[in-house]
C-alpha cells in the first residue's frame, strides 16, 4: 500500500538532497549536447534501475566504509572532469545548438542511462533511499517518491541545459561543468581521506 505521506517526505528529501549534486550537472552538459527526450530517458531509466537496488538493499548500503564510497565518488568525479576538459569541442554556440549527427536515440539514451548509472551508485541520494526504505517499512511509497524526486531533478538539469545553451557557449559550459567536478572530486578525495 502506498503512503502519500512517507512518499512526500521521500520527494522532499531526496530532491533536496540530490538538487545540488552532479546529476543536475550532468544533465545540464547532456541536455546541451543531444535531445532532452532521448537524454532524459536514459537518465530516468538509470534513475529507476538506482531507486530499484536502493530499496532492495535497504539498510544494507549504509553498512559500507564511508571512505570508500567518498574515494569512488572523488574518482568518478576526477575522470569526469577530465573527460569533460579532454574532449574535442563541438564547436561554436551557433553550431552547439544543432543536434549533432548520427546521435540516434539508443545511443543518446544508453550514454545518458551509463552515465548516471555509474556516478550514481554508491551516492549519498542511494543511501539515504535504502535508509528511507528500511526506516518507514514502506518499500513502493520510498521507491515512487524517491524517483519522482530523482526525474524532477534531473528534468531540470536537461531543460536548463537546453535554455543556458542558447545564450552561452557551449565550450565555456563545458570548462564550468568539468571545474564543478574537479572541485567535487577533490571534495570527496578529502573526505575519504580525512574520514
Known sequence: MISISVMALV????FLAELPDKTALAGLVLGTRYRASYVF????AAFAVHVALAVAAGSVLTLLPGRVVHAVTGALFLIGAAVLLLQKAEGDAEEGLRE????????VAGAGFTLILVAEFGDLTQIMTANLAA?????LSVAVGAVLALWAVAGLGIVGGRALMKRVPLRLITRIAAALMGVLGAWSVYEAVVG
Not at 41 to 44: N, Q
Not at 135 to 139: A, C, F, Q, V
Request: charged letters at 20%; a positive charge; aromatic letters at 20%.
Open 11 to 14: 520527494f522532499g528529501v531526496i
Open 135 to 139: 526506516r518507514y517499512g514502506s518499500p
Open 100 to 107: 549533432p549527427r548520427d546521435q540516434g536515440f539508443w545511443r
Open 41 to 44: 530517458v536514459g537518465v530516468a
